[in-house]
């Protein structure tokens, strides 16, 4: 019943609706760095410049970890996920890798904290980037993004929800999509599987408003991926140098956008299962949180279709 309510509503009032959303599209967030958002904070205090996503590979994998106001959850997180990728070190020695740990304009320690890992594991493998203001999410991951050497790039949560060694099913998934059109592909860590098990212990108002937002991604923007929130995807470099070329979002809803996007360039994506747990301390706001969102996804849609937005690129300086 709600569905068709709001399909009748969107039919009844598009034209208007079209119109605000073209109107009040802003073409491209701002593309260029703070002066101190250029370099990476070494243990020491010195400062190390930014390498840039158009130059070649020379590590493995990045993993990107954004961080706003994390001083307390992110230790867990850094502490599995440098555990796992030592020891996958010591097993092959070929392998190498980064961790880059975005602090998005934290008013708490985060950057305090990340900074001991730089100085425990070395700066060439923990990088800390201290944003000079909040961005949000999204523009916390593409500042990561765009910071990164490595040949693939993980996204991950710094409040570890998920189990770090899952990156081992998604970069099976990954692989399973060769050969990659312009050595372009993305995985995504999925908690579809774990849906009936969620809403046992959900409130029917936050089952109610979960259901609502899977319908509308599945309506106007993603129809092939059931969970585009859990934050953990791996993305070859090609992929997430095209994708977040285009982003235009940057905050919670900007999953959806690069999945839109990845569908709109025709790039590979495969969705994973993988271990999931809820970590307390979750900066979203169900209610409110939800309906930004929404508000995000009906925009990405009508933004796109009406021209507003389109798929261009642009580049960090």
């Given amino acids: 019943?709600?569905?068709?309510?709001?399909?009748?509503?969107?039919?009844?009032?598009?034209?208007?609706?079209?119109?605000?959303?073209?109107?009040?599209?802003?073409?491209?967030?701002?593309?260029?760095?703070?002066?101190?958002?250029k370099f990476f904070i070494t243990a020491e205090g010195r400062k190390e410049p930014v390498p840039s996503i158009h130059d070649p590979p020379t590590r493995d994998l990045s993993v990107v970890v954004p961080s706003y106001n994390e001083e307390d959850r992110l230790p867990l997180m850094m502490d599995e996920a440098l555990d796992y990728l030592e020891k996958r070190q010591k097993r092959d020695p070929s392998f190498t890798y980064e961790v880059i740990v975005v602090d998005d304009g934290s008013k708490d320690?985060?950057?305090?904290?990340?900074?001991?890992?730089?100085?425990?594991?070395?700066?060439?493998?923990?990088?800390?980037?201290?944003?000079?203001?909040?961005r949000g999410k999204g523009g916390a991951v593409r500042m990561g993004v765009f910071s990164s050497r490595g040949e693939k790039i993980l996204m991950a949560d710094a409040d570890g929800a998920t189990k770090f060694p899952d990156i081992e099913k998604v970069e099976e998934g990954l692989q399973n999509l060769q050969p990659w059109p312009n050595q372009m592909a993305i995985s995504c860590g999925s908690r579809a599987h774990l849906e009936k098990d969620s809403i046992a212990k959900r409130s029917y108002f936050r089952t109610l408003l979960m259901y609502g937002f899977h319908f509308l991604v599945w309506f106007l923007c993603v129809k092939e991926i059931r969970d585009t929130q859990c934050g953990f995807k791996l993305l070859t470099r090609k992929a997430a140098a095209r994708t977040f070329s285009t982003l235009h979002i940057e905050r919670w809803a900007f999953d959806v956008e690069l999945l839109y996007i990845a569908q709109?360039?025709?790039?590979?994506?495969?969705?994973?299962?993988?271990?999931w747990t809820e970590i307390e301390g979750s900066k979203l706001v169900p209610f409110w949180s939800w309906l930004q969102m929404g508000k995000d996804l009906l925009f990405i849609r009508l933004r796109y279709m009406t021209g507003a937005w389109q798929l261009e690129r642009r580049k960090y300086n």
């Fill in 264 to 275: 709109r360039l025709r790039i590979p994506i495969a969705e994973v299962a993988v271990n």
């Fill in 109 to 134: 320690q985060t950057t305090k904290v990340a900074l001991k890992y730089c100085k425990k594991y070395g700066s060439d493998k923990v990088r800390v980037l201290s944003l000079v203001k909040n």
């Fill in 1 to 37: 019943m709600g569905r068709l309510l709001f399909v009748s509503y969107l039919s009844q009032n598009a034209p208007m609706t079209c119109v605000i959303a073209h109107v009040t599209a802003i073409k491209m967030p701002a593309s260029h760095r703070h002066e101190e958002e």
